[in-house]
């Protein structure tokens, strides 16, 4: 038996896109961290905001013959020298990404293992320019590469899953780092060495994941708004924030659609009763929301919306044009939102995808299809409130249906009703009028 003291559990801190934006950005998560020094933290990072969507261009340029990578490096270049930071620094990394374009280039195809390798540059020099920042500050800091941290996939390029195999090896490799790890989020390599990307949006199942692996204290998610809220604030200038949620409620809102974390990110702190927080950037203090096995303690939790959602009503139901359906689906690798029963009919919910439509078109009109819908998903709550506040607000529901392991009320509705729908939910689910005080 030892009789050294069991080291504290770390905290893992995610750093997403925005909030690496440009240098004063750069030099909060900087500050964040140092004052944080003491937990021995490990760090999570995104690429650059728009990086990742900027590097997919490049690499569906390069396959035309087109050289787009100019901005991209000019974009990193400018970030260097607001830090203050050797402007040479991420040749190495330009250099090796411009042979892989070259290479695209001269071949006229883009293979999607290859688009993986173009698009991890955005997280792997995004890890150098925070790690170089936190050395000049005087923290020991140590960029690393998910990849060689142990974090191995499948070889599902643009949407790998992580191996359950990998946490042991990221829990070793990361015991032996006593300065701050910044680690590259989105990122693995399949059993071939190939790099693999998590699907948009994957730092935050990055960083969950390395905090399952080491029994973090607490992974905390800093956003440039902190918090998860009762609705996208965009759409409901009403919503508020949340201040707790359980793994539950939380994994929910994510499912129906709440961008505020990565549809799967959740599992892995529920499978490891590990905290997380969401938090703001510019405003370390604020609470945020706290996702634990805890609950909200409210029945309704919040309002979830998905635009680009697409429907297909098979009527009347039958075997085999189900089967075309599914057929269909699988050959183009999407995932149904929803499967349902509804006056005799069967309804398919997918992503918006011409590409379906258009497999879909020889069944003629034993299907219909929708397009251009949007889903609101009330989670917490069926109550028949919900369809009353709708029909009242003029909304054209398409369809509904109530699931989920909370109850959850979905409604389908045109997509330019989404704002409208969003408010009237809201207004029915979470600003419940109190009643006025009696006259005396
Ligand atoms: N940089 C990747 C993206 O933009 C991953 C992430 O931001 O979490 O999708
Ligand atoms: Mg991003």
Redesign the pocket.
């Known amino acids: 038996m030892s009789l050294l003291p069991r080291p504290a559990p770390r905290p893992v801190h995610k750093f997403?896109?925005a909030s690496l934006t440009d240098g004063p950005a750069v030099r909060r998560v900087g500050a964040l961290l140092a004052e944080r020094v003491a937990d021995c933290p490990v760090a999570v990072v995104?690429?650059v905001e728009g990086?990742?969507?900027a590097l997919d261009r490049v690499a569906h340029a390069a396959a035309e013959g087109r050289d787009e990578l100019g901005p991209v490096r000019v974009r990193h270049r400018s970030l260097l020298a607001q830090l203050e930071l050797d402007p040479e620094m991420l040749n190495r990394h330009f250099a090796e990404l411009a042979t892989i374009l070259g290479a695209i280039r001269s071949r006229g195809v883009l293979a999607a293992h290859e688009r993986d390798h173009v698009?991890s540059f955005?997280?792997r020099v995004s890890a150098r320019i925070v790690a170089a920042h936190l050395s000049a500050r005087g923290l020991r800091a140590v960029p690393i590469d998910a990849y060689d941290l142990g974090l191995q996939s499948d070889s599902n390029h643009g949407r790998a899953k992580v191996l359950a195999q990998s946490a042991e090896r990221v829990r070793s490799a990361l015991a032996r780092f006593d300065g701050i790890p910044v680690i590259t989020?989105?990122l693995a390599a399949d059993a071939h060495g190939r790099l693999t990307t998590l699907g948009?949006?994957?730092?935050?199942l990055s960083a969950t994941l390395i905090g399952e692996a080491i029994g973090a204290r607490e992974v905390c998610f800093w956003k440039e708004v902190g918090g998860v809220m009762t609705a996208d604030p965009k759409l409901v200038p009403n919503a508020r924030t949340l201040r707790a949620l359980s793994y539950e409620e939380a994994g929910e809102l994510t499912r129906h659609g709440a961008g505020v974390l990565?549809s799967e990110s959740v599992q892995p702190l529920a499978r490891a009763g590990v905290p997380g927080r969401v938090l703001c950037v510019r405003n370390p203090s604020d609470p945020g929301t706290l996702v634990s096995r805890e609950g909200s303690g409210a029945e309704a939790v919040g309002i979830a919306c998905r635009r680009n959602v697409l429907l297909v009503r098979i009527a009347p139901d039958s075997a085999d044009v189900r089967a075309s359906v599914s057929a269909a689906l699988a050959r183009l690798g999407l995932e149904p939102l929803h499967l349902g029963a509804a006056d005799g009919a069967l309804l398919v919910v997918t992503p918006s995808s011409d590409e379906l439509a258009r497999e879909l078109l020889p069944l003629g009109s034993r299907i219909s299809i929708e397009r251009d819908l949007a889903s609101v998903a009330t989670v917490g709550s069926d109550s028949p409130v919900l369809d009353a506040a709708l029909h009242a607000a003029g909304i054209d529901i398409r369809a509904r249906w109530s699931d989920g392991l909370l109850v959850t009320r979905v409604h389908l509705l045109p997509a330019a009703q989404l704002a409208l729908a969003a408010r009237a939910l809201h207004a029915a689910a979470f600003e419940v009028a109190v009643p006025p005080e009696p006259a005396r």
Do not use: I, P
């Open positions: 997403g896109g995104s690429a990086v990742t969507s698009l955005g997280e989020g989105f948009r949006n994957g730092s935050d990565h």
